[in-house]
């Protein structure tokens, strides 16, 4: 129960805050670098990744209702380079994004929520 009042008044804040912010929720990482490498271990951290983004969505989908986009790769709404998926949600004059960041095999993989300006 304190996740979801967390996440939810971290989302409340951005989207009643001026100007853009995002926030590194959680990161995942596969440990060592024979791990990073295994295909197999590689493709079950990243269902895993993408089923609690899932879970985040549904909590943040309490208050803001449904996604108004989804989708995988980048997203203009997303000052980032390196998102793989995500979910946006529009509040008023506000975006508020729910996103997963992954660059390369060794890099982990992190969930980020913030607001563009």
């Not at 990161?27 to 895993?48: E, F, I, P």
């Not at 909590?59 to 793989?84: M, N």
């Amino acid at each position: 129960m304190t996740e979801s009042i967390d996440l939810l008044a971290l989302a409340m804040q951005y989207v009643c805050a001026r100007g853009a912010a995002c926030a590194e929720i959680e990161t995942r990482k596969l440990r060592g670098s024979v791990a990073a490498h295994d295909g197999d271990r590689v493709q079950k951290l990243q269902r895993r990744v993408s089923a609690r983004l899932t879970s985040l969505q549904h909590l943040l989908a309490r208050e803001f209702g449904d996604p108004s986009e989804r989708g995988q790769g980048l997203h203009v709404a997303i000052p980032r380079g390196d998102i793989v998926q995500f979910a946006i949600w529009r509040v008023g004059e506000r975006t508020l994004y729910l996103a997963v960041a992954h660059d390369r095999r060794e890099s982990p993989w992190i969930i980020l929520l913030g607001v563009s300006a």
